[in-house]
C-alpha cells in the first residue's frame, strides 16, 4: 500500500493532511494555474518572446509558492515586478467600455482561463486564513500576490486579442 492510497498526503515539513484540506487544495490549484500558464507560453508566437519570458517568471514564482505552502521556509515574493508589469501595460491599452468575451485567439483564452485559475487559488487561500499551515506575514503577502497576478494575466490577455 503506497502512503497517499489512506487518502492522505506528506507535504515538505512531514506533516500529513487529508487530500480535501484547504492547503492540498491551494497545491492543486497552484499546479493546475501553472499548467495552463504553460499551456498558454507554448503556444506564443515568437514574436511574443517578451510576455513568455513573463509567464515563464511567474511559473518559477509559482514552484516557490508552492513549497512556502508545503511547509518550506522559502521567502514569499514581492508584487514590485507585478506592479511595473500591471502599470506597463495598462498605459499602452485603451479603456475598457464593457464586458469582455474570452476566446479572441488561443494564447488570450488560456491566460482568461488562468485568470480563472488564479482566481479561484485566491479563494482556496483565503480558507487557510488563522491556520498553521502560512505564517501570517507570508499569508498576507500571497494573498495580495495572486490578487495582482489575477489583475496581470487579465491584461496580459487583453494585451494578447
Not at 501553472?34 to 498558454?40: R, S
Not at 488560456?110 to 485566491?122: F, V
Request: charged share 20%; aromatic share 4%.
Amino acid at each position: 500500500m503506497s502512503k497517499g492510497d489512506d487518502g492522505t498526503t506528506s507535504l515538505i515539513n512531514g506533516k500529513r493532511l487529508f487530500k480535501d484540506h484547504p492547503a492540498i487544495e491551494c497545491l492543486g490549484t497552484i499546479d493546475e494555474l501553472n499548467a495552463f500558464l504553460g499551456d498558454a507560453k507554448a503556444v506564443m508566437p515568437d514574436t511574443q518572446a517578451g510576455q513568455r519570458e513573463i509567464i515563464k517568471n511567474i511559473q518559477t514564482e509559482l514552484f516557490v509558492i508552492s513549497g512556502i505552502i508545503a511547509g518550506s521556509k522559502a521567502q514569499a515574493p514581492g508584487t514590485a515586478e507585478i506592479d511595473a508589469l500591471i502599470n506597463e501595460i495598462t498605459e499602452k491599452l485603451p479603456k475598457l467600455s464593457g464586458f469582455v468575451i474570452p476566446g479572441t485567439n488561443p494564447v488570450s483564452a488560456k491566460l482568461h482561463i488562468s485568470r480563472a485559475i488564479c482566481r479561484r487559488l485566491e479563494r482556496c487561500l483565503v480558507k487557510l486564513r488563522g491556520t498553521d499551515i502560512i505564517p501570517a506575514a507570508d499569508y498576507n503577502s500571497l494573498l495580495v500576490w495572486f490578487n495582482r497576478l489575477s489583475d496581470l494575466l487579465f491584461l496580459l490577455a487583453q494585451a494578447l486579442q
